[in-house]
């Protein structure tokens, strides 16, 4: 954690109690977390649309029964070497799957990882989550 | 407006300085007009979620030698009478027409209202902007 | 309209039968629409992400007793000029107005107008839609 | 693999030519496939609005040495019991770890565990996936 510092808003009335109701229901304790988590994902973003280094998590579901998926997806993740950090695998059922692979690397690459694996066929759904590594947040 | 309040937050200082940095090259003059436009931004959110009445302005572009599809809009939006405030048309050339419908109504009014709109045959691409009424924010 | 072109697929019927229920409610007439929408937007996903010419609308509520705020947003679309196509208005309520303003120009650019005017003081809220030109869909 | 069925689609040339050069980019192999995933994604939408049981992934990244925050997070996954299936964690550096915590419940409940735990301080940054159990796509 780095040096705390503070700052103050000026906001109408009205607007502040609208936003204490709505934070108060998804769970937030106090209003500075609530607005710092705001701050926070604004910044974010930035990383993002830069092309900086950021954290990513493929979320996907395949059929394993589809015949050589499951050496395509290992295949496609080693071509990813140094950025594919962890996978984990979930039985939904019978035939289906649940796959996250965590990543880290710029935006861009981890994109295109994502897009080359969901393009497989026998993979049904999926979708990419771009995050921070965490430093100075 | 409203009575004015003040709130204070604390946050990093690394992130604080990273925020006014990502601000600033958004146009924003001050640090408390971005967070005002944040928590704004959430706030309104739980009025799409809990169906409350919103304004929403659907986009949408369509060829209108299309046959009948003129008269099939102008049905769509006279079947949502007291809900379509305005229309605006834009010629983008000689097939292509840029139209905005302006509405206001609970949040899942306007929903069905533009998906019978953008699934008429003709209508290319559409998308609906749910925002509030400008009450208490 | 260009030249037609047919093309098959093939997919599970449990899902065909469940897509076709899902654009029934949707209000489309027949699955090839709702296929060509899917493809469109797609399509139209790669103008944007290559800085293309689009053509965009911003939606936003303002506060039109706020002072010099009138003065600033057409100094904000007179700085933009080629690009802002058309501007509607709508009065909310005695405080609060409702405007979209059609534009049209590379996605980056688009972007860049819109950020400078949500970011003015007073502007409540708003939201850039980006989409085609039509031409070729 | 339920039944194959196939249906036909027509389209302007001009738009579905533009749709094979953006496939191709993904790392599609053909249009069908492509395709297939289009119509699953729009379907599976449908889960998620109307509170079926659906998978989910919650990926967020916190600081570790933060007081208390761990036993709060393995307990706020076993309040939510039977919902919480896996979870996975990663060392990102010194002070950051990013975990995806692997769910599977009513669309609704899902969203309020990822609420919860998006609250607790500490925790910097998270999203919500929902998608699909995979039956019948």
Redesign the interface.
Known sequence: ????????????????L??DR??A?????N????????????????DVEENRVV?G?L?????H??PKLSERLIEAQHHAEGKV??A?H?H??H????E?I?M?GRSNEVRHIA??I????GV????L?L???????
């Open positions: 954690m780095a040096k705390l510092t503070r700052t103050g808003i000026s906001l109408d009335r009205e607007l502040l609208r936003f709505v934070i229901k998804k769970g937030y304790k209003r500075s977390e609530a607005i710092r988590d705001l701050v926070r994902d604004y910044a974010i973003n930035e954290a998590t979320t996907m579901v395949y059929d029964h589809r950090l962890a984990t979930v939904l059922d035939h289906n799957c649940l996250v965590i880290r897009d080359q969901l393009s497989l066929r049904k759904h999926g979708k989550v995050t921070t590594q965490g430093k100075g947040l």
